[in-house]
């Protein structure tokens, strides 16, 4: 792995130049991404997880319906 050296006048006083590898700068993005958002609220991601687990289960619901109103 790569080591950069701080440079005031580049984004984040880091340099991105071209050979620094494309893995190392994934993990910078996702790092600074990711690190400085604010933790979302449990009901939040309840609700999420709610709506998530109510699309997946409304197709075999709907077919266990529709195959209990056709009589074979």
């Known amino acids: 792995m790569q080591t ?3 440079v ?4 984040y006083g880091q340099v991105l130049d ?6 190392l700068r994934a993990f910078r993005f996702l790092s600074e991404r990711y690190t400085q958002r ?5 009901a939040a991601e309840f609700t999420l997880f709610a ?6 289960s409304w ?3 709907t077919l266990a319906h529709v195959m209990s109103l056709h009589r074979w």
């Open 51 to 56: 709506l998530i687990i109510l699309l997946s």
């Open 38 to 42: 604010e933790r979302p609220t449990v």
């Open 59 to 61: 197709p075999m619901f």
């Open 8 to 11: 005031s006048n580049t984004r």
């Open 18 to 23: 071209k050979q620094t590898s494309l893995r």
């Open 4 to 6: 950069t050296t701080l």
